[in-house]
């Protein structure tokens, strides 16, 4: 069975500082790994996986995945109260769908 | 704008109540997906569709029913609502496929007494 597992499921940090999101998974025939931001409503789409050992960045964040050890990470420098949100790690595989984590739930206090 | 339009976005209803949330997306995508939210269980994959007419069983398809008549549209039904399916419901939806970076609507609260 597919499966993607993110750790830590909670995280609070003080601002400024840098966070280490993980995400793990064992998903037949991969395609992809996303990221996703959830603040109160709909997620929204920071980066898309394919190749490994590529980094992925947009301002303080940025994301790499490794294929051989089938897992990704997604760090966040200089993090800031906006930050704060569930970050969702989802793998692309067969059968045409999205496997979802259970997600990080990440607090930054000021 | 490109959006996916989720409704209603908030409902309370009763046991056994029929009731179809509606999506419509107006980026042409090909592929659209349900997925339910409940807390410590992540997006869960209810039914998906690569196209018109073209429909398939996500994870959790128990007690939903989806059709797609139209490229646009893909409704979800619960014919028989039961309380274990009160949850946040997502529309999404990509250009060719799951794999690929989904647009989700606002999501729509529903609340089975």
């Known amino acids: 069975e597919d499966k993607v597992v993110q750790s830590p499921l909670s995280l609070v940090v003080h601002e400024g500082d840098t966070v280490t999101l993980n995400c793990s998974y064992e998903?037949?025939?991969?395609?992809?790994l996303l990221w996703y931001k959830q603040e109160k409503k709909a997620p929204t789409f920071l980066f898309m996986l394919?190749?490994?050992?590529i980094e992925k960045k947009s301002g303080r964040l940025s994301s790499i995945l490794d294929k051989k050890e089938l897992f990704s990470i997604l760090n966040i420098t200089a993090t800031q109260t906006g930050d704060s949100a569930v970050y969702l790690c989802a793998v692309g595989g067969g059968a045409q769908k999205l496997v979802f984590g259970q997600g990080t739930r990440l607090t930054i206090n000021p | 704008e490109a959006q996916v339009t989720q409704n209603p976005r908030y409902l309370i209803t009763v046991t056994g109540k029929k009731l179809t949330v509606t999506c419509s997306q107006n980026m042409n995508h090909e592929y659209m997906s349900w997925y339910r939210q409940d807390p410590g269980l992540g997006l869960r994959q209810i039914y998906y569709?690569?196209?018109?007419?073209?429909?398939d069983k996500g994870d959790v398809p128990e007690g939903y029913k989806v059709s797609r008549k139209e490229k646009r549209n893909f409704p979800l039904i619960l014919e028989s609502p039961s309380p274990n399916q009160t949850s946040l419901y997502f529309c999404a939806s990509s250009f060719y496929s799951g794999a690929n970076v989904l647009t989700f609507g606002a999501g729509s609260r529903l609340t089975v007494l």
């Open positions: 998903v037949t025939n991969f395609r992809s």
């Open positions: 394919t190749s490994s050992g």
């Open positions: 569709s690569m196209n018109v007419e073209v429909t």
